[in-house]
């Protein structure tokens, strides 16, 4: 498959009103990217994109992500099989995030804990802050010991 190729920044109004694609990835190589189902617009997830994972995205049609925590590329759904089909990609204004829209293979799930979004918990805040998160989704959609074959990565603490 052939490499896409991003454009040079040049100007801000390439950036900002520009028709190339030019994103500008952290110091560390790295740009955020905002998944969401496609049908009913939940969000899913918050990942991580370098250069590699944004090609790879780009040219597959299926979702790639670069894993701090394992420094290197995965393909979303490689072992669980909840591949990410993209449906559409945008660019914020800037360049510097990107946002998916996809269908979920399988149960429709994206969270590695089991539940269908990684955003599962309420943050309660105002007149009800320091009180407990609150869960969103009160049954996980799959069992993530029967689908990666053991728990949830200790290393993320």
């Known amino acids: 498959m052939e490499e896409f190729k991003f454009h040079p920044r040049r100007s801000v109004e390439q950036i900002e009103e520009g028709i190339e694609l030019a994103p500008k990835f952290g110091v560390d190589g790295l740009l955020p990217c905002v998944t969401s189902d496609a049908e009913t617009g939940e969000i899913l997830m918050l990942g991580w994109m370098n250069?590699?994972?944004?090609?790879?995205?780009?040219?597959?049609?299926?979702?790639?992500?670069?894993?701090?925590?394992?420094?290197?590329i995965w393909r979303k759904g490689e072992i669980s099989g909840l591949?990410?089909?993209?449906?559409?990609?945008?660019?914020?204004?800037d360049q510097?995030?990107?946002?998916?829209?996809?269908?979920?293979?399988?149960?429709?799930?994206?969270?590695?804990?089991?539940?269908?979004?990684?955003?599962?918990r309420r943050i309660p805040f105002g007149r009800e802050s320091g009180q407990p998160l609150s869960f969103i989704e009160t049954a996980k959609t799959f069992d993530p010991l029967l689908t990666y074959g053991k728990a949830p990565n200790p290393t993320r603490l």
């Open 51 to 72: 250069a590699e994972a944004l090609n790879l995205t780009i040219t597959t049609a299926e979702a790639h992500y670069f894993s701090r925590s394992r420094k290197g």
């Open 83 to 93: 591949v990410q089909k993209v449906v559409e990609m945008r660019i914020d204004d």
């Open 96 to 120: 510097d995030s990107i946002w998916l829209r996809v269908k979920v293979s399988k149960s429709g799930a994206s969270c590695h804990v089991g539940y269908r979004s990684c955003f599962y």
